[in-house]
């Protein structure tokens, strides 16, 4: 059925360095892959999304990469923050906006 | 502009009982979804309606069941409430398959 995987479950940088997040989808379908950042106790919030027409996007400090052929995504976070620890999620879309997320990733970014 | 709101906050059943969870969109949305997040879990999906009038499963569906009688509406129901549903319930919103605008979230413990 469809899947997302997500690694790795727990991350931890220090202020400054890079942060990866990768994600593999199983169904050659989908078409939209949006990442969510949560803090605690707040809801999802959308940091950025690619469709599956697209390679690359930036948004300031923040990418997002797709290699359709092996069917893997990642979100690239440059020059963290303290602000940026949260959990993070991926998700794939198939039909009708339907997502199916993978299971986050909890950032920690170390002052 | 209240967004997405979620009615109620938080909510303490026992086994066996039943209840409604609303959410309320003025954002003129055709898609809703109604999401459970787990620990370690990620958000699933459990129905979902693309407008008016329709709904459709998710990944979890057993045990809910919802309705979309008016469009700035999706009712989430649990007609007897099991400890496994003890969750936090999320609803979100979307303009056709894109973006998708979560509301803050219900805090369900069933005991």
């Known amino acids: 059925g469809e899947n997302v995987e997500q690694h790795p479950s727990t991350l931890s940088v220090q202020e400054g360095d890079s942060a990866v997040i990768k994600c593999t989808y199983s169904?050659?379908?989908?078409?939209?892959f949006p990442w969510y950042k949560q803090e605690l106790g707040k809801r999802p919030q959308l940091i950025i999304d690619?469709?599956?027409?697209?390679g690359e996007k930036k948004d300031q400090r923040i990418a997002v990469t797709l290699n359709k052929t092996a069917k893997h995504f990642s979100l690239h976070i440059t020059e963290t923050q303290p602000e940026d620890s949260a959990v993070y999620f991926c998700?794939?879309?198939?039909?009708?906006?339907?997502?199916?997320f993978g299971q986050g990733t909890t950032l920690q970014v170390k002052p | 502009n209240a967004g997405v709101t979620q009615t109620p906050k938080f909510r303490v059943l026992k086994t066996g009982q039943s209840m409604t969870l609303l959410c309320a969109q003025d954002?003129?949305?055709?898609?809703m979804y109604w999401y459970r997040q787990d620990p370690g879990m990620g958000l699933r999906l459990i129905h979902y309606?693309?407008?008016?009038?329709?709904?459709a499963k998710g990944e979890v569906p057993d045990g809910y069941n919802v309705s979309r009688l008016k469009k700035q509406n999706f009712l989430l129901g649990l007609e007897s409430a099991a400890p496994s549903q003890t969750s936090v319930y999320f609803c979100?919103?979307?303009?056709?398959?894109?973006?998708?605008?979560f509301g803050p979230g219900t805090r369900l413990t069933v005991t």
């Open positions: 309606s693309v407008g008016e009038g329709t709904t």
């Open positions: 954002m003129n949305h055709e898609y």
């Open positions: 690619i469709r599956s027409n697209v």
């Open positions: 979100a919103t979307a303009w056709g398959a894109n973006e998708q605008y």
């Open positions: 169904d050659s379908a989908s078409n939209y």
């Open positions: 998700a794939a879309s198939w039909d009708t906006g339907k997502l199916i």
